[in-house]
């Protein structure tokens, strides 16, 4: 089979008759190589599947002892603790890290996997970013059997391994415990709902209004960034309800720190006018007066399951299932900002 051998510059010379000095200088981008030859070397390259040769060395080993990391973001308490996970399992195994992130971009996030694919990663674990419609610029590593392991923001169409918690299920909970402690009129700030994470926890919102027999009114949804100016925004959206809700039930911590900071000059007090629910566990929901209930996301256990999976497949301990969907625990950590009725 073709996906057997490794593509090598005589391959391109041969199939577009010309030189093999020719491909490697226009590969480099040479001054002397024109355009259109430069244009067709390249389509040749994404056509065959060719990766430059970084780790001379290592590949006459067939490997590089390194694993390609892409997030959708850095700053981020989540992704810090599911790097950090990573970074234990890979580095007890002998395997460098290289990161990358796509700033929440589709395009760079295409780029970075060519990127990643071309320094001859071993292996790829990756989360997607906010406008990712397709996972076509995946489809050369598993041209090269390069495994693939994806967590948090996946896509759930039985062709890759996910390591995820029950989104469905952490938003059920959260609602519940709203409606629980009293609350009949729940908001949602969520963010792109293309996104499995914020799909799945909008569904386990409206699962729970249903349920209690609330009903679930579109005006009391509100998707945005995760920025800070958006939670602030967010909160604004809240504070003119006519009437406001007595609950919130919100995606993120950071942006219910920031909404509840925003009620809070507003006059508002939590959670005796509203209530509110975060979600990821991250320190600053501790940090914040009261301190914020929230669904317990697990990222450096994310991390580890990740890791494991992936260098258990590159070492021959396990194989990588192409329906493997793997669900880590999580569960709701009550405190203050929720509690209505006390504890």
Do not use: W
């Not at 071993?122 to 610029?137: E, K, P, Q, R, V």
């Amino acid at each position: 089979m073709a996906n057997d051998k490794e593509v090598t510059i005589y391959d391109i010379a041969k199939k577009l008759n010309i030189s093999p000095a020719t491909v490697s200088r226009g590969l480099q981008d040479h001054p002397a190589i024109s355009k259109k030859t430069k244009k067709k070397i390249i389509e040749a390259v994404d056509k065959l599947g060719y990766r430059t040769n970084h780790f001379a060395r290592n590949l006459r080993q067939q490997e590089t002892k390194t694993i390609g990391v892409m997030v959708h973001e850095l700053n981020s308490n989540f992704i810090t603790s599911v790097l950090a996970g990573i970074e234990k399992v890979t580095t007890e195994a002998g395997y460098d890290l290289i990161i990358a992130h796509s700033s929440e971009s589709m395009k760079k996030e295409a780029a970075n996997a060519k990127n990643l694919f071309h320094k001859r990663v071993d292996g790829l674990i990756a989360s997607l970013s906010f406008d990712t419609t397709n996972l076509d610029h995946f489809a050369p590593f598993k041209s090269k059997n390069v495994p693939l392991v994806f967590f948090d923001r996946v896509e759930q169409d039985g062709h890759n391994t996910v390591v995820i918690i029950d989104n469905a299920k952490c938003g059920y909970e959260a609602t519940s415990h709203l409606i629980e402690q009293g609350c009949k009129r729940i908001a949602h700030i969520t963010s792109s709902l293309q996104r499995n994470v914020y799909s799945q926890r909008f569904k386990g919102y409206k699962d729970a209004l249903f349920d209690h027999e609330l009903p679930f009114d579109k005006k009391l949804l509100i998707v945005a960034d995760l920025s800070e100016a958006a939670a602030v925004a967010s909160a604004d959206k809240i504070l003119a309800m006519k009437p406001r809700p007595d609950g919130l039930f919100i995606t993120n911590d950071f942006v219910a720190a920031v909404v509840m900071r925003t009620l809070k000059e507003a006059g508002v007090k939590i959670p005796k006018d509203i209530a509110v629910v975060g979600f990821n566990n991250d320190a600053i929901g501790k940090l914040i007066e009261p301190q914020l209930t929230t669904i317990n996301y697990p990222g450096k256990d994310i991390g580890e399951i990740a890791a494991r999976h992936l260098i258990n497949h590159l070492k021959g301990l396990g194989t990588l299932q192409q329906t493997n969907t793997i669900i880590v625990r999580s569960d709701l950590i009550v405190r203050k900002s929720s509690l209505k009725k006390g504890r």
